[in-house]
Protein backbone atom coordinates (compact mmCIF):
# COMPACT_ATOMS: atom_id res chain seq x y z
CA UNK A 1 0.00 0.00 0.00
CA UNK A 2 1.55 3.27 -0.69
CA UNK A 3 1.85 6.09 1.66
CA UNK A 4 -1.18 8.13 0.54
CA UNK A 5 -3.29 5.01 0.35
CA UNK A 6 -1.95 4.42 4.51
CA UNK A 7 -2.61 8.18 5.31
CA UNK A 8 -5.72 9.44 3.69
CA UNK A 9 -8.26 6.91 5.58
CA UNK A 10 -6.62 8.88 9.09
CA UNK A 11 -6.68 12.12 7.31
CA UNK A 12 -9.87 12.38 6.51
CA UNK A 13 -11.13 11.07 9.87
CA UNK A 14 -9.01 13.68 11.83
CA UNK A 15 -10.53 15.97 9.43
CA UNK A 16 -14.00 14.58 10.51
CA UNK A 17 -15.17 11.86 7.73
CA UNK A 18 -18.50 12.38 6.19
CA UNK A 19 -19.89 14.55 8.78
CA UNK A 20 -21.25 18.01 7.23
CA UNK A 21 -19.93 20.95 9.78
CA UNK A 22 -20.16 24.39 9.29
CA UNK A 23 -19.12 26.15 11.96
CA UNK A 24 -18.93 29.84 11.72
CA UNK A 25 -15.80 29.86 14.11
CA UNK A 26 -14.21 28.09 11.19
CA UNK A 27 -13.04 30.53 8.44
CA UNK A 28 -13.41 27.99 5.63
CA UNK A 29 -17.30 27.41 5.86
CA UNK A 30 -18.85 24.77 5.30
CA UNK A 31 -16.97 21.42 5.75
CA UNK A 32 -16.73 17.75 4.52
CA UNK A 33 -14.30 15.47 4.28
CA UNK A 34 -11.63 17.97 5.77
CA UNK A 35 -12.98 20.04 2.15
CA UNK A 36 -13.88 23.52 2.97
CA UNK A 37 -16.23 25.32 1.12
CA UNK A 38 -13.56 28.50 0.53
CA UNK A 39 -11.38 25.79 -0.77
CA UNK A 40 -13.94 24.21 -3.08
CA UNK A 41 -14.77 28.05 -4.49
CA UNK A 42 -11.01 28.26 -5.44
CA UNK A 43 -11.18 24.98 -7.51
CA UNK A 44 -13.65 26.77 -9.70
CA UNK A 45 -15.82 24.71 -11.98
CA UNK A 46 -14.40 21.66 -10.23
CA UNK A 47 -15.42 22.73 -7.04
CA UNK A 48 -19.00 22.52 -8.71
CA UNK A 49 -20.07 18.88 -7.60
CA UNK A 50 -23.09 19.19 -7.86
CA UNK A 51 -23.40 20.50 -11.47
CA UNK A 52 -25.86 23.45 -10.93
CA UNK A 53 -23.49 26.38 -12.07
CA UNK A 54 -22.67 27.59 -8.17
CA UNK A 55 -20.51 26.38 -5.78
CA UNK A 56 -22.17 26.48 -2.47
CA UNK A 57 -22.45 24.53 0.84
CA UNK A 58 -24.99 22.29 -1.44
CA UNK A 59 -21.75 21.50 -3.28
CA UNK A 60 -20.07 20.24 0.33
CA UNK A 61 -22.87 17.55 1.09
CA UNK A 62 -22.88 16.65 -2.22
CA UNK A 63 -18.77 15.60 -2.17
CA UNK A 64 -17.69 12.23 -2.12
CA UNK A 65 -15.02 10.37 -0.24
CA UNK A 66 -13.50 9.49 -4.08
CA UNK A 67 -13.71 13.30 -5.05
CA UNK A 68 -12.21 14.38 -1.81
CA UNK A 69 -9.53 11.82 -2.22
CA UNK A 70 -8.74 13.28 -5.31
CA UNK A 71 -8.79 17.03 -4.73
CA UNK A 72 -6.27 15.82 -1.36
CA UNK A 73 -4.00 13.75 -4.00
CA UNK A 74 -4.10 17.10 -6.17
CA UNK A 75 -3.39 19.80 -3.98
CA UNK A 76 -2.10 18.35 -1.14
CA UNK A 77 -0.11 15.43 -1.51
CA UNK A 78 1.41 15.97 -5.49
CA UNK A 79 1.80 19.65 -3.96
CA UNK A 80 3.81 18.85 -1.74
CA UNK A 81 5.83 16.12 -3.72
CA UNK A 82 5.24 13.52 -1.27
CA UNK A 83 5.95 10.85 -3.31
CA UNK A 84 9.87 12.02 -3.28
CA UNK A 85 9.81 12.14 0.41
CA UNK A 86 10.24 8.81 2.74
CA UNK A 87 7.25 7.52 3.90
CA UNK A 88 7.01 8.93 7.52
CA UNK A 89 7.73 12.25 6.53
CA UNK A 90 5.29 12.52 3.53
CA UNK A 91 3.17 11.38 5.86
CA UNK A 92 3.49 13.89 8.38
CA UNK A 93 4.02 16.95 5.53
CA UNK A 94 1.10 16.11 3.51
CA UNK A 95 -1.61 15.59 6.79
CA UNK A 96 -0.02 19.49 7.92
CA UNK A 97 -0.71 20.71 4.17
CA UNK A 98 -4.38 18.74 4.54
CA UNK A 99 -4.53 21.16 8.07
CA UNK A 100 -3.01 24.53 7.38
CA UNK A 101 -1.82 24.47 3.64
CA UNK A 102 0.61 23.29 1.20
CA UNK A 103 2.57 26.43 1.88
CA UNK A 104 3.00 26.59 5.33
CA UNK A 105 3.50 22.52 5.41
CA UNK A 106 6.33 22.95 3.15
CA UNK A 107 7.78 26.33 5.34
CA UNK A 108 7.71 24.03 8.66
CA UNK A 109 9.66 21.24 7.14
CA UNK A 110 12.41 24.36 5.52
CA UNK A 111 12.66 25.21 8.96
CA UNK A 112 13.20 22.13 10.35
CA UNK A 113 15.83 20.87 7.42
CA UNK A 114 17.48 24.13 8.52
CA UNK A 115 17.64 23.30 11.47
CA UNK A 116 19.49 19.90 10.95
CA UNK A 117 21.84 22.53 9.03
CA UNK A 118 22.16 25.50 11.50
CA UNK A 119 25.80 26.22 10.94
CA UNK A 120 24.84 26.68 7.38
CA UNK A 121 21.28 26.86 6.28
CA UNK A 122 20.44 25.32 2.75
CA UNK A 123 16.86 27.13 2.33
CA UNK A 124 14.92 30.40 2.29
CA UNK A 125 11.58 29.54 4.11
CA UNK A 126 9.62 30.39 1.06
CA UNK A 127 6.79 27.34 0.90
CA UNK A 128 7.64 26.31 -2.75
CA UNK A 129 8.59 22.57 -2.55
CA UNK A 130 11.61 22.84 -4.79
CA UNK A 131 14.73 20.80 -5.63
CA UNK A 132 16.47 22.52 -3.37
CA UNK A 133 14.41 21.06 -0.43
CA UNK A 134 14.05 18.29 -1.80
CA UNK A 135 17.83 18.01 -1.75
CA UNK A 136 17.52 18.88 1.74
CA UNK A 137 15.81 16.07 2.63
CA UNK A 138 17.93 13.93 0.91
CA UNK A 139 21.01 15.31 2.65
CA UNK A 140 19.22 15.39 5.69
CA UNK A 141 18.52 11.91 5.79
CA UNK A 142 21.96 10.90 5.63
CA UNK A 143 22.46 13.10 8.65
CA UNK A 144 19.44 11.35 10.59
CA UNK A 145 16.52 9.10 9.84
CA UNK A 146 13.25 9.72 8.31
CA UNK A 147 11.60 8.98 11.21
CA UNK A 148 13.65 11.83 13.54
CA UNK A 149 13.26 14.25 10.72
CA UNK A 150 9.25 13.72 11.14
CA UNK A 151 9.38 13.80 14.43
CA UNK A 152 11.18 16.75 14.54
CA UNK A 153 8.67 18.06 11.96
CA UNK A 154 5.78 17.47 14.46
CA UNK A 155 6.91 19.53 17.44
CA UNK A 156 7.25 22.23 14.96
CA UNK A 157 3.61 21.91 13.99
CA UNK A 158 2.69 21.53 17.82
CA UNK A 159 4.44 24.89 18.12
CA UNK A 160 2.17 26.59 15.35
CA UNK A 161 -0.71 25.28 16.56
CA UNK A 162 0.37 27.15 19.74
CA UNK A 163 0.68 30.05 17.59
CA UNK A 164 -2.72 30.03 15.96
CA UNK A 165 -4.68 29.12 18.93
CA UNK A 166 -3.57 32.47 20.46
CA UNK A 167 -6.40 33.87 18.32
CA UNK A 168 -9.77 33.61 20.40
CA UNK A 169 -11.57 32.63 18.06
CA UNK A 170 -8.90 29.38 17.05
CA UNK A 171 -8.40 28.74 21.13
CA UNK A 172 -10.72 26.09 21.57
CA UNK A 173 -9.46 23.88 18.00
CA UNK A 174 -5.64 23.88 20.31
CA UNK A 175 -7.24 20.90 22.20
CA UNK A 176 -8.20 18.33 18.71
CA UNK A 177 -4.98 19.75 16.85
CA UNK A 178 -2.72 18.41 19.12
CA UNK A 179 -4.11 14.90 19.43
CA UNK A 180 -4.33 15.09 15.94
CA UNK A 181 -0.43 15.65 16.17
CA UNK A 182 -0.27 12.88 19.14
CA UNK A 183 -2.34 10.31 17.10
CA UNK A 184 0.10 10.74 13.84
CA UNK A 185 3.13 9.99 16.25
CA UNK A 186 1.50 6.88 16.86
CA UNK A 187 0.46 6.04 13.51
CA UNK A 188 3.81 6.47 11.71
CA UNK A 189 6.03 5.15 14.51
CA UNK A 190 3.72 1.80 13.96
CA UNK A 191 3.71 1.26 9.90
Keep these: MSPFDQILPKSLEWEGGSKFSDDPADPGGATKYGISLRFLRGEGQAGDIDHNGDVDAADIRALTEDQAAEFYRKEFWDKCRCDELPAPLAMVVFDTAVNVGASKAVKLLQTELNSHFA ?15 ISAVIQSNKKTSPDKLA ?3 LNRRLRLYGDLAKAPARAKYLRGWTSRVFALKDFILTQ
Design 119 to 133: SNPLLSVDGGMGKNT
Design 151 to 153: LGY
